[in-house]
């Protein structure tokens, strides 16, 4: 008998990055799993599909599901389904007029489940990113390597369990929350459990493109593709993918 098919619902939308690139990427590695059909959205409004799919994939930037979604996608972890959660998924964005960018608490049971709430990051420039456990199945083989990213910098739902960090302190312009000169690890990649689910939770692929910063500019001046130029950050993905399928 041949193996069923493993339905896989990605979730790829938001402000200001290159949606369209991380989806594309996103679809080309979720596409060499033979077995993964995947189902594709810009939010999270369709909650009966997300809840009928093997397991649930999510590339966002200031999109959150309502009080209502955010119970029943709980609900869908706790009942033993694995959550990929990538870059911005954890983050909720307003602009405060002569303050900068704020992280608003007003999804908290969203930013509870994923296990971590975006509060800024400073300009993007290469940092260090350690392997916290290097015998996790996850991270086991993979070196210490250089990010040319944003570094996200986030108010932490524990408990969770580290698994890549990296260190770093000082301030962040352009955000209302600019005060980050304690020297602690800030998580890179972790995993949150959830009764019989989890969420793996990887802050890295930072893209933007020159037309994704509209309105506040026509045009950005250069192309960002972060970690995905990196080897290492796509062998990640396809480990993350393989364990959210269950393929691990």
Not at 63 to 79: K, M
Not at 157 to 170: F, K, M, Y
Request: glycine content about 6%; aromatic content about 10%.
């Amino acid at each position: 008998m041949s193996a069923t098919a493993i339905d896989a619902y990605l979730v790829c939308g938001g402000r200001y990055h290159d949606i369209d690139y991380a989806r594309l990427q996103l679809l080309a590695l979720l596409g060499e799993q033979e077995r993964i059909r995947t189902r594709i959205a810009a939010d999270y409004r369709d909650i009966a599909a997300i809840e009928a799919s093997s397991f649930l994939v999510t590339y966002t930037v200031d999109v959150v599901p309502d009080d209502t979604a955010s119970a029943r996608l709980r609900a869908y972890v706790e009942s033993g389904h694995r959550w990929l959660a990538l870059h911005g998924t954890n983050s909720l964005l307003r602009y405060a007029k002569g303050r900068g960018w704020e992280a608003p608490r007003e999804a908290c049971l969203h930013m509870e489940t994923v296990g971590s709430q975006f509060i800024a990051h400073p300009p993007i420039a290469p940092y260090r990113v350690e392997v916290t456990q290097p015998k996790h199945p996850l991270v086991t083989g993979i070196g210490s390597f250089d990010a040319d990213d944003e570094l996200y910098l986030s108010e932490l739902h524990p408990p969770i369990e580290t698994l890549l960090h990296a260190r770093w302190s000082g301030e962040t312009p352009g955000f209302t929350e600019s005060d980050w000169r304690s020297d602690e690890p800030r998580p890179v990649m972790y995993l949150k459990q959830h009764a019989d689910g989890a969420v793996l939770y990887l802050t890295l692929g930072h893209a933007r493109g020159r037309y994704d910063m509209r309105p506040l500019m026509q045009e950005y001046p250069q192309v960002e593709r972060g970690s995905w130029k990196l080897p290492v950050f796509h062998e990640l993905l396809r480990r993350a993918i393989r364990w959210a399928a269950r393929l691990d």
